[in-house]
């Protein structure tokens, strides 16, 4: 050993604190189970259904275009995004979701993940309240818990969130905390993770309610817009909008083009300011290169991919609801009209879906549990109508069926059919395999 390699040895090892949040919050469940690749994966919402021949098409002209452009392709780009895509995607958002906006208006994000977080971290200081269903998508709750928020969850059926129960809340939270929500989030079409879609009767109450109070933002997550089965025409929340001011508008191209880590989005206009400085602080911007790519897709291709697309995806959730009814009939579980997700409850409320992921793995097969979906330390308003601390049931599953094709969906249900009747219904919730360090059941 050389003398440097001995003084090293000496060292004491780094001792760093760290920022509470790191133990406080876990790792989302969803990431976690990406590592894993078992045959039959129902976990994270990847997508299955690409229009690959186009993509290969659009990069060849990409490429023939970086012998004159491509300083510019190559090179950094405005944070707010590329003025081509933001021109098309401003037309198309006015043409398909009747959103009144200019490209000006459009706001470009490495995924639609980052304007949720942005959001998070420009809105919320600790203690402010949001409101949205039970369960919600993780992927807003993490980063909002993160910034200290305290998140009070409303009761949700097969239709979605129940609008009767904002004002109720809101009156809660006056009384109870002296202070109202500031945000209700909601993922309209095609939810994540239940797979609801509200009807134009459920949005108008909701805009009723909603803009009564000038001091709540809606934040709408249009994620599954285009990934309809039936309808095909798309009127969000945000059409009720028409001077951009109440309702923050987010979209994303993952799931009707491709997991390129584009997003878009309409936001009220200090608000979108404050969304391009935090953007312009993660990551200056998001690559030209793929904004360039995601403008022909978006100009030329869509609208002749989204048929095979959205048809490609309601194959794959029949094939779920056919397998579910056949090999696991002792459950209840949701019929999405849209997206990629059903959500499965155990009749056996005391079945611990977290701890059950160890062996539905070994047995070649990945969900997520539905626990994931519930704040840590949130609130619930009760079909009581009273405010409790938000329980976090076991006994759920959201069971994605966008990337495998029917046929293997039909043998991933029965290989976890086949498990749940094997293993042992209850398990002592400590013993998850998939608790991360510091993450609090
Ligand atoms: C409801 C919802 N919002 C946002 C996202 C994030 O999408 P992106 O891939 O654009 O970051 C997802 C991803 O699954 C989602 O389901």
Known sequence: MNNRVILESLRPPLSLKYADWVHTLPESEIRRLLRFTPKYYFAGGKPGVLPTDTFKQILYQIADELVTNGINTLNYGATEGNN???T?????LKKRDHVSCSPDDVLITTGSQQTLYALSDCLITPGDIILTTRPTYLGFLLPAEKMGARIVTLPSDD???LPEYIEVAIQLCKQEFGTSPKILYTVPYSDNPKGTTLSSKRKRDIIDCVFNYDDLLIIEDAAYKEIQFGISKIH???EYDSNNQRIAYLSTSTKEAASLRIGYSVLPEELRNAVIKAKGYYDLCS?????????IYYDKYIDLQLPMIRQGYADRCEAMINAIMEFMPDGSFTRPTGGFFIWYETRKKHFDSLAFVKSA???DVAYVPGIAFYPQNGFAVTEESKLVKCRRPTNAMRLGYSLLSPEKITKGIKA?????RKEPTTFPSTSSFFLGKGHVV
């Open 159 to 161: 239709g979605g969130l």
């Open 416 to 420: 976890l059919s086949k498990l749940l």
């Open 88 to 92: 098309i995607l401003a037309k198309r």
């Open 361 to 363: 793995i070994d047995g």
């Open 287 to 295: 690559s030209e290169l793929v904004q360039q790519i995601l403008a």
């Open 236 to 238: 969000p929340l945000k």
């Open 84 to 86: 081509e895509l933001r």
